[in-house]
Nanobody
């Protein structure tokens, strides 16, 4: 059974940083694009970042504005999202995901495997 398990969320003050982690099991995701999304209840899921199997080619969403950095380790089957200069608007539930194919994509529908979600709250 496939599992994507996120960790590292929680409460942080505005201007602070967090590093989210996501570890995959139950399937070999070495060749899959891995990504991060976030979602506010009642709204569509928003793309944040993705990284391909080479661990070096990345794509970021407009809302990131250079503040977030995605990385991965294929040996550990883990992907991270380092978030800096956090603001209250970054308060959301954050999800890691694995794409169905190894094509760098921002589309939610291209991701077939999802974590359970992780709350990040940024206080002002």
């Amino acid at each position: 059974q496939v599992h994507l398990v996120e960790s590292g969320g929680g409460l942080v003050q505005a201007g602070g940083s967090l590093r989210l982690s996501c570890t995959a099991s139950g399937r070999d995701f070495t060749d899959n694009v891995l990504g991060w999304f976030r979602q506010t209840p009642g709204k569509e899921r928003q793309f944040l970042a993705a990284i391909d199997w080479t661990e070096s080619i990345t794509e970021y969403g407009d809302s990131v504005n250079g503040r977030f950095a995605i990385s991965r380790d294929n040996h550990k089957i883990t992907v991270w999202l380092k978030m800096n200069s956090l603001a209250p608007d970054d308060t959301d539930v954050y999800y890691c995901a694995a794409a169905i194919q190894n094509i760098l994509t921002v589309r939610e529908s291209d991701y077939g495997y999802w974590g359970q979600g992780l709350q990040v709250t940024v206080s002002s």
